[in-house]
């Protein structure tokens, strides 16, 4: 880091610029604002160690909001994910944990990814437009479903069975697509 530049300066100079490319990729300021703090705490982490140098602020601060973004991201996808499928449902929890949180980027990852994210998006097709949009809001929006019921005015109980009609039809069609792999010379 500069020796120029002391870590009050620096928040204060480049807290509005990154709160608003924070803002521009999550929907909550709370969240952004979390983000934010994590950035600097980050940079007062780094600043404690006088083995590590940072050549230029600015990218260091934004390259460290774009990962801490990506990890929120992730984070919200693999909890939202993962509470699709029962516990004892394997096959679809692995299938989660692969759209979820990748522990491979290999080219087979890639692709695997991209199939059942494609297969995931046929399926939501299929569904009538209430089930496919209440399971997209709570699920990849993070909308609780009493918010959804008091803006549409639909009973939270009707948006639960739209959701479970959803989920239930995707567990048959990643069992099917996970059957179908598996049986393919």
């Given amino acids: 880091m500069p ?11 480049y807290s509005p610029p990154l709160l608003n490319f924070i803002r521009s990729q999550v929907k909550s300021r709370e969240d952004a604002e979390d983000i934010l703090q994590d950035v600097f705490y980050q940079l007062a982490r780094v600043n404690d160690d006088e083995d590590y140098k940072i050549d230029k602020i600015s990218s260091w601060l934004f390259r460290v909001a774009h990962n801490l973004v990506r990890n929120f991201w992730r ?51 299929e569904l ?17 479903v009493k918010d959804i019921s008091s803006i549409t005015g639909v009973p939270v109980a009707t948006l639960l069975s739209r959701k479970h009609y959803a989920i239930k039809h995707l567990r048959k069609r990643f069992h099917e697509l996970y059957y179908a792999l598996i049986t393919k010379d």
Avoid: M
């Avoid at 509470?83 to 990852?109: H, M, N, R, V, Y």
């Avoid at 009538?128 to 609780?144: A, K, N, R, Y």
């Fill in 3 to 13: 020796q120029s530049d002391n870590i009050e300066n620096i928040v204060a100079r």
């Fill in 128 to 144: 009538p437009l209430e089930q496919s949009d209440i399971f997209c809001l709570t699920v990849f929006d993070g909308v609780p």
């Fill in 75 to 125: 984070k919200r996808h693999e909890i939202s994910l993962s509470s699709l499928f029962d516990a004892e449902d394997d096959i679809c929890d692995d299938i989660a944990q692969t759209l979820a949180c990748p522990a491979d980027d290999g080219p087979e990852a890639v692709y695997f990814r991209k199939l059942i994210w494609k297969e995931l998006d046929n399926a939501l097709a």
